[in-house]
């Protein structure tokens, strides 16, 4: 992805600049973006743990209209309540996607890819902008050593593959959760699929690990992955998803992927389903028993769908949990 066309890299300017000024509290957040890599970039935020310099790197964001079942287990007055509580649109549901980046050991590690170059285009620059918003942060996609990745989702690994089908990141190791690599390439799982959307996302995780192939290399929980980088074990949302503890010298943040997707619901009610949580049992019980450590241990949580920057802080609220954004 080094080769984008100044069009292309334009194209991609002005639909940050669209993102952030379409949900106000998103714009909010990136206003106040600082301290920067070496100038303000929009889509970029930069802050150090320890002796890893840790980057979040926009890749946009999708918004569409709530489906009555977008939380299974309450009445869908109570999603309005708790959406007008967090001074959100009741009717449209905005997720943002953002990606991580470190620096340790001069290697660089990126975390999840967002939904790639294809749906870039598609969306017109919406989403899928994190290859885009790399590059104007000073990186190149060659220069990555090692991809790391919670779960098979479309936004999570759709920015592994170009849009013409080759690996976005040509010189990297593809790291992936065994469990997740197990589930999505075994074709007993593929025939059992009950929708059309889990059927996509079989298919796609074939497609792309199809033309990854020998660059990846599955991990099981509790692995140190890259210097300083440890897997856990946070299944629900997914059959294998993972999560990262990231640690330099006392300074740690947890990189939680999708735990909660939502968090003015899943964070402020950890125990409502989400209609994307495959097991949404299980998915509860692994974001109680994350948030309960980090509100205990007061770490720096990142989520790859929290207003962006997507970091903050947990505290505890009533029944369930508080994100205390940092930007
Ligand atoms: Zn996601």
């Known amino acids: 992805m080094t080769n984008h066309s100044r069009r292309t890299f334009l194209a991609g300017t002005t639909a940050a600049a669209v993102a952030m000024l379409a949900p106000g509290k998103y714009a909010t957040a990136r206003e ?12 970029v935020f930069q802050r150090t743990i320890g002796k ?22 309450v009445p869908p007055v109570d999603v309005v309540r708790a959406l007008q509580a967090a001074r959100l649109p009741t009717d449209t549901i905005t997720l943002t996607f953002t990606p991580v980046v470190l620096k340790t050991n ?10 790639g170059e294809a749906a870039f285009r598609q969306s017109n620059g919406v989403g899928g902008q994190f290859h ?28 592994l593959v170009t849009a013409d089908g080759r690996a976005a990141f040509p010189n990297s190791e593809i790291w992936v959760p065994a469990a ?24 796609r995780a074939r497609r792309i690990f199809g033309i990854l192939g020998d660059s990846v290399r599955t991990f099981e929980p509790d692995t140190e992955v890259a210097p300083g980088v440890t897997s856990m074990a946070t299944h629900g949302h997914t059959p294998g998803h993972t999560s990262f503890v990231v ?13 909660t997707t939502h968090p003015a619901l899943f964070i402020r009610h950890p125990d409502w389903h989400g209609a994307t949580d495959m097991d949404a049992e ?8 994350l948030y309960d450590r980090a509100v205990a241990e007061g770490m720096l949580i990142q989520g790859f769908h929290f207003p962006f920057p997507a970091l903050g802080h947990l505290a505890r609220e009533q029944d369930g949990y508080r994100l205390i954004p940092i930007g």
Request: hydrophobic share 45%; net charge negative.
């Open 32 to 43: 106040a973006s600082s301290p920067a890599v070496t100038a303000p970039i929009s889509g």
């Open 106 to 115: 001069g290697r660089v590690i990126v975390i999840d890819t967002g939904l």
């Open 247 to 259: 640690e330099s010298g006392a300074d740690k943040v947890i990189i939680q992927g999708d735990v």
């Open 180 to 203: 997740e690599y197990a589930f999505w390439l075994n074709n007993a799982n593929m025939a059992r699929a009950e929708s059309e959307a889990t059927m996509a996302n079989f298919q």
């Open 282 to 289: 299980m998915a509860q019980q692994a974001r109680i028993k």
């Open 132 to 159: 885009t918003n790399l590059e104007a942060a000073g990186y190149d996609a060659a220069a990555v050593d090692r991809v790391l990745i919670t779960h098979f989702h479309a936004d999570h690994i759709g920015g």
């Open 52 to 73: 890893i310099e840790m980057l979040s790197v926009s890749d946009g964001a999708n918004s569409f209209p709530r489906r009555e079942n977008f939380v299974s287990n």
